[in-house]
Nanobody, 123 residues
Framework: QVHLVESGGGLVEAGGSLRLSCVAS????????MGWFRQAPGKEREFVAT????????RYENTVKGRFTISADTAGNTGYLWMDSLKPEDTAVYYC????????????????WGQGTQVTVSS
């Protein structure tokens, strides 16, 4: 089991930036894809971005393309989600997740989840 801890959420004005971090520990050898998902109140959890651990291959949800960047520091077992040009509709709890296969994107593909970090964008 991969243990994940997110940090970096907070309150920001529209147009601002935040960087989320996700530190992985435990069975990191089982980490093949790291993903970021978000869940707004009253909505289902949705895919934001994923990256293959060790060889990149980032994927993004259409509404965040060009604004968000996912990256991984495999030596430090840490993943990042850089969020620029934030909009009020980006407000949600953001979750880091780990999958034991490459190119995972669906929530069901992910075995381990962090506790989530709140991102609030004011208009």
């Amino acid at each position: 089991q991969v243990h994940l801890v997110e940090s970096g959420g907070g309150l920001v004005e529209a147009g601002g930036s935040l960087r989320l971090s996700c530190v992985a520990s435990g069975s990191v050898s089982r980490l093949y894809t790291m993903g970021w998902f978000r869940q707004a109140p009253g909505k289902e959890r949705e895919f934001v971005a994923t990256i293959n651990w060790g060889f990149s291959g980032p994927r993004y949800e259409n509404t965040v393309k060009g604004r968000f960047t996912i990256s991984a520091d495999t030596a430090g077992n840490t993943g990042y989600l850089w969020m620029d040009s934030l909009k009020p509709e980006d407000t949600a709890v953001y979750y880091c997740a780990a999958a034991s296969k490459f190119w995972a994107t669906a929530p069901a593909d992910f075995d381990s989840w962090g506790q989530g970090t709140q991102v609030t964008v004011s208009s």
